[in-house]
């Protein structure tokens, strides 16, 4: 911070604005997060960096969460979220959706939770993000992935089961297993373990 404050750097400035708002949220300090987000996103208004204010208006949302205020981290979840569409980040637009989903869960709106799960669900399919052997979403769970030759991506769990299961089977002598997103052959020697 210090060396972009020298230099005059707008977008290091910003970033590290939020980089400290970030760490004060993980601490719980309430009062010294919000101004440095509010920093932050008038450096990135400033400088046109939208992807940098969404990561800010996330932040501000997050913080008023944690302090129950409803309807100033909607509000400031719905600005991300515009701003994620506007760009079309998908990554984003998920990461609103899920603040959303808690927000309204917080609030026991079982409908909106239940819309909301849907969408994200839609945008992690569109991503890609869904394991298809297990059909749980990839990254939820601390399980390693394992990258298959087909580029397709599996938890590496899966993989072994899969491996596992057409081994017991009669092809037990087969040297491939079937990819759960696109069907082709994978040598089983490539797979993990
Ligand atoms: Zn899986
Ligand atoms: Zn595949």
Redesign the pocket.
């Known amino acids: 911070m210090k060396l972009a404050l020298e230099d005059g750097d707008r977008p290091t400035q910003g970033k590290c604005l939020c980089c400290f708002a970030d760490i004060h949220r993980n601490g719980n300090d309430v009062q010294a997060r919000h101004p440095r987000y509010e920093a932050a996103v008038s450096i990135m208004v400033e400088i046109g960096d939208r992807y940098g204010q969404i990561e800010a208006l996330s932040g501000m949302a997050k913080t008023m969460l944690a302090m129950k205020q409803i309807n100033k981290a909607l509000d400031y979840n719905a600005k991300a979220l515009d701003l994620a569409n506007n760009i079309g980040n998908k990554m984003h637009m998920l990461r609103c959706r899920i603040l959303l989903t808690d927000i309204y869960r917080l609030v026991g709106d079982t409908r909106m939770v239940a819309e909301e799960q849907c969408r994200c669900r839609r945008l992690q399919e569109d991503m890609q993000l869904i394991?298809r052997?297990?059909n749980?979403c990839l990254g939820e769970s601390p399980n390693h992935l394992e990258f298959l030759p087909c580029c397709h991506l599996?938890?590496n769990r899966?993989a072994y089961e899969t491996t596992r299961r057409s081994s017991s089977k009669n092809n037990r002598s087969s040297k491939f297993i079937s990819c759960p997103t696109c069907s082709k052959d994978v040598p089983k020697d490539s797979v993990y373990l």
């Open positions: 394991c052997a297990c749980k599996v938890h899966c």
